[in-house]
């Protein structure tokens, strides 16, 4: 049986949102990167934190998830982004350029509908900083109806912290368990 997907979001999760005064945490380190559709005479500034490609490997080895980008940045993710990670090419979810002005225009996640339809049943875990009431309600609801989804929702102007990977890996080893039938590992073992 397939493991679960991890989806994974870029912007306020790996891309920190700058604070008031516009700093970025400490811990994350400039890249200048050339996105689909725009010249390199007009890259895009990003910031990274190096430490956020060897904690997503230690997750992506357990084997207990099949990730894919989840974003905006679409095949730049894993072109772009991912190579500044250390990260291995990973697939991506395809998701359209909508002509929005908000990221819920129906009150939830835009990606949220895309994503439904490509699950259909799967179980899935999803990290993004976006999620409004309505879409943990939804994660809720698929759960109940048996396709186990977790939402991880990390601040933007901080992104991605070892405690939700660490929550990812809780949540794959239980569902692993379930799926097999062995008794869960204590929390923080899972990948032993």
């Known amino acids: 049986m397939r493991p679960p997907y991890l989806f994974l979001d870029i912007d306020g999760v790996l891309i920190p949102f700058p604070d008031a005064e516009g700093s970025t945490p400490a811990t994350h380190a400039r890249h200048d990167v050339v996105p689909t559709g725009r010249s390199a005479d007009d890259p895009v500034t990003i910031w990274l934190n190096p430490a956020h490609g060897p904690m997503l490997m230690e997750v992506i080895r357990t084997g207990m998830v099949t990730p894919f980008w989840c974003t905006s940045w679409r095949q730049d993710a894993a072109t772009l982004i991912g190579?500044?990670?250390?990260?291995?090419?990973?697939?991506?979810?395809?998701?359209?350029?909508?002509?929005?002005?908000?990221?819920?225009?129906?009150?939830?996640?835009?990606?949220?509908?895309?994503?439904?339809?490509?699950?259909?049943?799967?179980?899935?875990?999803?990290?993004?900083?976006?999620?409004?009431?309505?879409?943990?309600?939804?994660?809720?609801?698929?759960?109940?109806?048996?396709?186990?989804?977790?939402?991880?929702?990390?601040?933007?102007?901080?992104?991605?912290?070892?405690?939700?990977?660490?929550?990812?890996?809780?949540?794959?080893?239980?569902?692993?368990?379930?799926?097999?039938?062995?008794?869960?590992?204590?929390?923080?073992?899972?990948?032993?």
């Open 83 to 192: 190579p500044l990670l250390g990260l291995p090419p990973l697939p991506h979810v395809d998701l359209p350029r909508p002509k929005i002005t908000t990221s819920h225009p129906n009150g939830y996640l835009w990606k949220r509908d895309y994503v439904d339809a490509w699950l259909a049943d799967a179980p899935a875990v999803w990290i993004d900083d976006d999620f409004t009431d309505l879409d943990h309600s939804w994660a809720a609801e698929r759960t109940a109806r048996g396709a186990a989804t977790l939402l991880v929702q990390p601040d933007p102007r901080a992104g991605l912290q070892a405690e939700h990977l660490a929550e990812v890996r809780a949540w794959a080893g239980r569902l692993l368990a379930v799926r097999t039938g062995a008794p869960a590992a204590p929390s923080g073992t899972e990948a032993a």
